[in-house]
């Protein structure tokens, strides 16, 4: 009795699988609740709690929660409607389809081409499909009509409708909004002056911004490059003018 005792203990220890099918919530605020299966009674959420294929989560007004998969984190805002159609582990590989009915989210995802992984939010307009990026998804009502709108903030999502008819690449720094009718082209969204885009970054947990000062070498290195050359060229055209007058 005691050697199988052993032996299944061993086993949930060094087989991953056996717990990896599932994520948990971090930064419970507010009224956010929990549905498992996607049936039965409303429970409020707490800190850790296991979240899993079929689970629905709510936030009320000034609530939110944040979704830790395998490799994306996913910050829901007040007023969302959300959930997870299905989740899959399979090693370092990850297959989730995420469900946003209503509200807006944040997500920052990791780059999934190299392990052949997939992520895919659907909404009633929409499907985003993703493969490794941060990007920020929101569902309205607009006079009677339901809109998906989404903002790529680093990478790329590739947008489509919902028959998948009409499909677009959506870059950094662009948005798009799809509804019943289509998705429009990506368009540059132009933000105010005070905009204070670090603080913005910094909302989202485990992202790495670019070291002070990099930006500013490179700009250097580019000013030294076009010095050189056009110094190049002022001795190229002495060269010719000499040889001119000659």
């Known amino acids: 009795m005691k050697k199988i005792l052993c032996i299944l203990t061993l086993s949930?220890?060094?087989?991953?699988?056996?717990?990896?099918?599932s994520?948990?919530?971090?930064?419970?605020?507010?009224?956010?609740?929990?549905q498992k299966g996607g049936a039965g009674a409303w429970?409020?959420?707490?800190?850790?709690?296991?979240?899993?294929?079929?689970?629905?989560?709510?936030?009320?007004?000034?609530?939110?929660?944040?979704?830790?998969?395998?490799?994306?984190?996913?910050?829901?805002?007040?007023?969302?409607q959300f959930g997870i159609k299905h989740y899959e582990i399979?090693?370092?590989?990850?297959?989730?389809?995420?469900?946003l009915d209503l509200g807006r989210l944040k997500a920052?995802?990791?780059?999934?081409?190299?392990?052949?992984?997939?992520?895919?939010?659907?909404?009633?307009?929409?499907?985003?499909?993703?493969?490794?990026?941060?990007?920020?998804?929101?569902?309205?009502?607009y006079r009677g009509e339901i809109y998906t709108r989404i903002a790529v903030i680093e990478g790329?999502?590739?947008?489509?409708?919902?028959?998948?008819?009409?499909c677009i690449r959506v870059r950094d720094g662009e948005e798009a909004t799809a509804n019943g009718d289509g998705v429009s082209q990506p368009i540059v969204e132009e933000l105010p002056e005070d905009f204070d885009f670090d603080e913005l970054l910094e909302e989202?947990?485990?992202?790495?911004?670019?070291?002070?000062?990099?930006?500013?070498?490179?700009?250097?290195?580019?000013?030294?490059e076009e010095e050189e050359s056009s110094s190049r060229d002022d001795k190229g055209s002495q060269q010719l003018f000499t040889?001119?007058?000659?």
């Not at 989202?204 to 030294?224: L, M, R, S």
């Open 156 to 166: 790329w999502v590739i947008f489509c409708n919902a028959d998948l008819s009409h």
């Open 23 to 34: 994520g948990h919530l971090q930064d419970v605020q507010g009224n956010v609740q929990l």
């Open 43 to 80: 429970t409020a959420a707490r800190e850790g709690m296991e979240v899993s294929a079929g689970d629905r989560i709510t936030t009320g007004k000034n609530s939110s929660v944040t979704v830790k998969l395998q490799k994306a984190v996913i910050e829901l805002k007040p007023d969302t």
């Open 90 to 99: 399979n090693g370092d590989q990850m297959k989730s389809t995420l469900q």
């Open 204 to 224: 989202i947990d485990g992202f790495e911004q670019e070291p002070e000062g990099a930006q500013d070498e490179e700009e250097e290195e580019e000013e030294e």
């Open 243 to 246: 040889l001119e007058t000659v």
């Open 108 to 141: 920052r995802v990791d780059r999934l081409a190299e392990t052949h992984s997939q992520l895919d939010v659907i909404s009633p307009t929409s499907v985003a499909s993703v493969r490794g990026t941060i990007f920020d998804e929101e569902v309205y009502e």
């Open 12 to 21: 949930f220890i060094f087989l991953p699988w056996a717990w990896a099918d």
